[in-house]
């Protein structure tokens, strides 16, 4: 009688904490949904208190440390918040590495790394680390919107590069795909297929546009861009960035 009573009451405490996580995931998520990325954020910390190995919480905290990270204006002030990004980010790749999403996420915080390091040689690193993330969350999920914006990002960026440090990309890693604004593009625009509401694919792909010198096709992405609603605190500021160049196009 004394087993099953222990038994019956460790089973009402694995049904307690599942409950109790399911309650923090749902506060986190609310907070979202209204645009309050620091309280989320809270939440889903709580969520890996009492359960580290929960990949949806891990995944949110990546996501939404990296938002943070990406509002301070200075280096140094960004930098915390991309390196506890990138803990939560690896955090999920050991306890997941096949997941489409896992590996989006450790595309993203390879690209922002880049931003923060100063060794030349770990920057490098990092650029193909972003691209083989990207390209492996694809293989997983090929109708990964965010992944398959990740992959046209990667092409832009390495297409803006200086003539110098594309060839130190190289000669570091031979054989790396090379990058085109074609393909920037046709990522982005196959993206925004997929997603018709990610509105950083919208204002990065009229820059791609422009970039080629296509200034029609860039307005008419931006006027697209600024009637999408704001699906993340960062939309405004996006849009905002795409009206200014929209002003500057017409």
Known sequence: MKKILVSIMMGLSVISFSQDINVLLKEAQNFEKTLR????????????????TNVAALLKSTELTIALGS????????????????????RAYELNSNNADVNYVMSIISG?????ETDNKKVIEYVKDSRMY????LSINPRH??????????NFKIVQLSWVKKMAVKAFFGGMADATIEDAIKYMEK????DQYYVVNYLDLAKAYKYDNKPSKAIDVLEKMIKLPNRTSDDASFK???K???DELL
């Open 240 to 242: 905002a960035e795409g």
């Open 191 to 194: 993206a925004r297929t997929l």
């Open 145 to 154: 919107a965010k992944a398959t914006y990740a992959l046209g990002k990667w």
């Open 71 to 90: 509002r301070q204006k200075e280096k140094n002030s960004r930098r915390p918040f991309y390196e506890a990004a990138k803990v939560y980010a690896n």
């Open 37 to 52: 990325d620091e309280p989320a954020l809270e939440k889903y910390k709580q969520v890996l208190a009492v359960s580290p």
């Open 112 to 116: 922002k790394m880049t931003e923060i």
């Open 134 to 137: 990207a390209d492996k969350a």
């Open 244 to 246: 200014k160049l929209l």
